[in-house]
């Protein structure tokens, strides 16, 4: 069984390239690899009920902040399609929020460097917690 995301199911065209992208901006869903994988979907696209950003309601408009439009997404068809398909591998709202922060996590922990424009010297950016 193939298992599609929500840009391929619902046809918002706000994926990279899609047909609303430019109009209505990209979808984080489409791009998000922080959850790539998660109910077997590319980057955010069997995720999208967590993540702000997204297409909800019967308006299919962009949701803003997160908590305040759980409901619809629990009565999306989408939704409960990705359930039905993942039934006990089912990942819902609180594991993706944790691989959220563990990803957000990770990365204040990275060090890295940039390079300086003015002189070429690479300079320490973040050393983490």
Known sequence: MTKRNCWEVKRCGRQPGGTNAQRDGICPASTLTA?????GGT???????????TMSGSAEKVQGIFARDTT??????FYEQVMMEELEN??????IMRRLRERINQAA??????????????????SGG
Request: hydrophobic share 30%; net charge positive.
């Open 109 to 126: 922990n990275f060090p890295f460097t940039v390079k300086d424009r003015s002189n070429g010297a690479e300079k320490k950016v973040c």
């Open 72 to 77: 619809t997404c629990y009565a999306c068809k």
């Open 43 to 53: 980057n955010g696209g069997r995720a999208c009920w967590a993540l702000t950003g």
């Open 90 to 95: 089912f990942e819902g709202t609180v594991q």
């Open 35 to 39: 959850v790539d994988g998660t109910n």
